[in-house]
T-cell receptor, first 114, second 115 residues
Framework: DAGVTQSPTHLIKTRGQHVTLRCSPI?????VSWYQQVLGQGPQFIFQ???????GRGNFPDRFSARQFPNYSSELNVNALLLGDSALYLCASSLVQVVANEQFFGPGTRLTVL | AQKVTQAQTEISVVEKEDVTLDCVYE???????LFWYKQPPSGELVFLIR??????QNEISGRYSWNFQKSTSSFNFTITASQVVDSAVYFC????????????FGKGNQVVVIP
């Protein structure tokens, strides 16, 4: 079975632009979470979606938004990009939204903002 | 609020030596889970181990073992007989019952295994 997939793998944007990152969870998984990992730091939680509804949001500005589709895939959108948005964006999927549920991570999308 | 602290250091060991990584956490929940993840140079986070707050029994899984002590809020992780393939960044993470399965990560430990 395929693991979590993310696209694109790398992306270069300039300040002020908009970006859309995509994630496909493991088949059968209904929960998707997004994390931002700045170089040299641990991942920071951005969003969690379960059954197409937002179930959690981290401490990120409104420039960040996301959604989950009927097939449980997800998009992360970032508007008005800043240099500080340069990071590895990780998507994780889990079977259900339960605290003990193991989260499976994708390879990430590396975003560079110039 | 949940918080995880790892002394952000680069740890170098010679192959076959043991390496222990320290993790201290903060939480107000009585129900929580602790995790260790490995991030190789490829970037993908790989799940290693999970422990719930009600089970302080320390275990060994292959070359991995962990020491969970609620009294000191620590969840230390040991790799026995390290191998070059163990070279990676290791993250400790906490998930609280109130936060569903949102993970709070520490800053990570870079482990370098020298052949």
């Amino acid at each position: 079975d395929a693991g979590v997939t993310q696209s694109p793998t790398h992306l270069i944007k300039t300040r002020g632009q908009h970006v859309t990152l995509r994630c496909s969870p493991i088949s059968g998984h209904k929960s998707v979470s997004w994390y931002q990992q700045v170089l040299g730091q641990g991942p920071q939680f951005i969003f969690q979606y379960y059954e197409k509804e937002e179930r959690g949001r981290g401490n990120f500005p409104d420039r960040f938004s996301a959604r989950q589709f009927p097939n449980y895939s997800s998009e992360l959108n970032v508007n008005a990009l800043l240099l500080g948005d340069s990071a590895l964006y990780l998507c994780a999927s889990s079977l259900v939204q339960v605290v003990a549920n193991e989260q499976f991570f994708g390879p990430g999308t590396r975003l560079t903002v110039l | 609020a949940q918080k995880v602290t790892q002394a952000q250091t680069e740890i170098s060991v010679v192959e076959k030596e043991d390496v222990t990584l320290d993790c201290v956490y903060e939480t107000r929940d009585t129900t929580y889970y602790l995790f260790w993840y490995k991030q190789p140079p490829s970037g993908e986070l790989v799940f290693l181990i999970r422990r719930n707050s009600f089970d302080e029994q320390n275990e060994i899984s292959g070359r991995y073992s962990w020491n969970f002590q609620k009294s000191t809020s620590s969840f230390n992780f040991t790799i026995t007989a390290s191998q070059v393939v163990d070279s990676a960044v290791y993250f400790c993470a906490l998930s609280e019952a109130r936060g569903n399965n949102r993970l709070a990560f520490g800053k990570g430990n870079q482990v370098v295994v020298i052949p």
